[in-house]
């Protein structure tokens, strides 16, 4: 399994970029997961529902399952603070990529999205400086990057080009699972 991480600043473009390399992925004939870093209230399941009925009744976990998807929900009793590296272990292995969207102070290499601002705003800054997990950006202004870099530079607007490169760097990308606290798949 190959884990790539995708961070950047709200409105950079980082679900799009994700939401266009999913079907390039699928194109090459490769299975996809993603896992994204959600806001606290975040919530899947909607009131009326059996399955928000049996959470809401103290399910600790609740498994809906049809002949198409799988969805399970589970409540933490006390807030629960989950590495990016709990939640692949979560995930189904026979997976060939996973595409990590937020989790931008995470240990997994990554590339960063960064949109160059509209006339009149600042430009957000950049983390590729200091995070020595970022392994390329994407943009759709290299020669406007607040910092320079010597990292490849990938076309925001081009999600096969991302491919590409993913493809062509894929070993760098094999996901270690003693290398992260020995957390192993569960299924």
């Keep these: 399994m190959k884990v790539v991480g995708f961070a950047g600043f709200s409105g950079s473009g980082k679900t799009t970029l994700v939401e266009q390399v999913i079907p390039e992925l699928r194109l090459r004939g490769l299975r996809v997961s993603v896992v994204k870093h959600a806001h606290h209230s975040f919530d899947i399941d909607h009131p ?6 049996h959470r809401e009744a103290g399910a600790f976990e609740v498994v809906a399952a049809s002949d198409k998807r799988l969805m399970l929900v589970r409540e933490f009793e006390r807030p629960a603070t989950l590495s990016v590296h709990h939640l692949l272990a979560e995930l189904y292995q026979g997976v060939d990529w996973v595409l990590v969207e937020g989790f931008k102070d995470s240990d ?3 590339i960063e999205v ?3 601002p509209e006339a009149g705003q600042q430009p957000k800054p950049v983390r590729y400086p200091e995070d020595d997990f970022v392994v390329a950006v994407a943009t759709d202004a290299p020669a ?3 910092v320079p870099t010597q990292l490849p530079l ?4 081009q999600p096969a080009q991302v491919v590409d490169w993913l493809l062509e760097y894929a ?6 699972w003693e290398l992260h606290g020995g957390l192993l798949p569960s299924a």
């Design 144 to 146: 406007r990057l607040p």
């Design 171 to 176: 070993h760098r990308f094999e996901y270690n």
């Design 108 to 110: 997994l290499l990554k």
């Design 154 to 157: 990938l076309d925001l607007n």
């Design 48 to 53: 009326g529902k059996d399955t928000y009925r």
């Design 114 to 116: 960064w949109r160059a």
